[in-house]
């Protein structure tokens, strides 16, 4: 298991840094010309994994966001194994367009962690 990006060759000027923070995290800041972009790259554990572990890895990301420059566009891919639910009460930051009628608890912490960081979950946002 692990995380990484692939970057296409005609892309690899714009790296500016890659740091694996763990096997289930890691960052890629690209240049761009009037901001950068930092990359967060996440695999979160399934829903079947301890509470333990669970916190962890979103404690790590929470701590791997606010390191990131704050002028940086902070954009957080990955599997995150989440179902986020139509529930009205989240609809700011989840949309109306989940594939789940409700969310499971890592949704719930997906949820909570985007709206802590003023996020949105772009896969919810608009209809497949």
Known sequence: MGVGFVVKKNFKHLVMDF???STRICTLTLKEKF???AII???APTEISTEQEKESVYDLLQNTYEECPSYDVKIVVGDMN???G???VHCP???KHSLHES???NGYRLIQSAALN???IGSTMFPH
Do not use: C, F, L, R
Request: net charge neutral.
């Open 19 to 21: 740091n694996a923070i």
């Open 35 to 37: 901001y950068n972009y």
């Open 41 to 43: 790259n996440v695999h």
């Open 82 to 84: 989440a179902q986020t």
């Open 86 to 88: 139509k529930e009205e």
């Open 93 to 95: 930051t989840t949309g």
């Open 103 to 105: 969310k499971n608890d």
């Open 118 to 120: 003023k996020m949105v």
